[in-house]
């Protein structure tokens, strides 16, 4: 079983929906990332949090929220899709020092039409 | 500025011969550190190799190792004796700052192919 969790692994909406994203980690991580990829960006942190009651805005965070419902859960929520949204979203984790890798979950892509 | 430049457009490299990835970082933090993952067309991504700005020797990992030259601020990827599972997407990041304040931010990738 992964150690990284996120469902659903494929979506598509239509423009306007509000859809969630969800991610569950076993690895007993405290630092919970959201990530989106685009072909030719890279990778850009859209939310991140250090612990359960910490909530912290990425790079592009707009039109976007975080819920951390417990330490191994941080889900993802467009309120209301629009197709740039259209995308690959990686969760990851890592532990609370600062040369620690993330470890990433499988990744959702997710299509917005 | 971007943080994190990653040039080259895509990669060939020989099976079995060595190969360089590039990467220059843009940072005025005295503490940071450098991460390389893989990514290949299944589309998870692996962390592959780690190196500390201050760490005194090159981080190593297997095949793997990391060209630091902290004056000129580059992090290169070497992979040496290429495997055609090598070929895939190769992401150089930046952690800059500290506890809450600490934030990583990727470059927009390599992609390497291995020929046979």
């Known amino acids: 079983d992964a150690d990284v969790t996120q469902t659903p692994r494929n979506r598509i909406t239509k423009t306007g929906k509000r859809i969630m994203l969800e991610c569950s980690q076993t690895?007993?991580?405290?630092?919970m990332y959201w990530y989106r990829q685009d072909p030719g960006l890279g990778l850009r942190l859209i939310y991140y949090?250090?612990?359960?009651?910490?909530?912290n805005k990425g790079e592009i965070s707009d039109g976007y929220s975080v819920s951390r419902q417990a330490q191994a859960k941080f889900s993802l929520s467009l309120e209301s899709a629009i197709p740039n949204q259209t995308a690959l979203y990686f969760c990851?984790?890592?532990?609370?020092?600062?040369?620690?890798?993330?470890?990433f979950g499988n990744g959702t892509r997710l299509t917005v039409t | 500025a971007q943080k994190i430049t990653q040039t080259q457009p895509g990669m060939f490299v020989q099976e079995k011969e060595a190969v360089t990835l590039d990467c220059t970082y843009d940072?005025?933090?005295?503490?940071?550190?450098l991460f390389w993952y893989k990514q290949p067309s299944s589309g998870e991504m692996i962390f592959l190799i780690y190196?500390?700005?201050?760490?005194?020797q090159n981080a190593t990992e297997g095949r793997y190792s990391l060209n630091f030259q902290k004056a000129r601020k580059s992090a290169n990827l070497v992979i040496s004796a290429s495997q055609l599972g090598d070929s895939a997407m190769y992401f150089c990041?930046?952690?800059?700052?500290?506890?809450?304040?600490?934030?990583?931010?990727f470059g927009k990738g390599i992609t390497l192919s291995v020929r046979p």
């Open positions: 990851a984790t890592s532990l609370g020092t600062d040369n620690s890798p993330l470890h």
């Open positions: 690895k007993g991580h405290d630092r």
């Open positions: 949090s250090f612990d359960v009651k910490d909530i």
């Open positions: 940072t005025s933090d005295p503490s940071y550190g």
């Open positions: 190196q500390g700005s201050y760490d005194q």
């Open positions: 990041a930046m952690r800059e700052g500290a506890g809450a304040n600490s934030k990583l931010t």
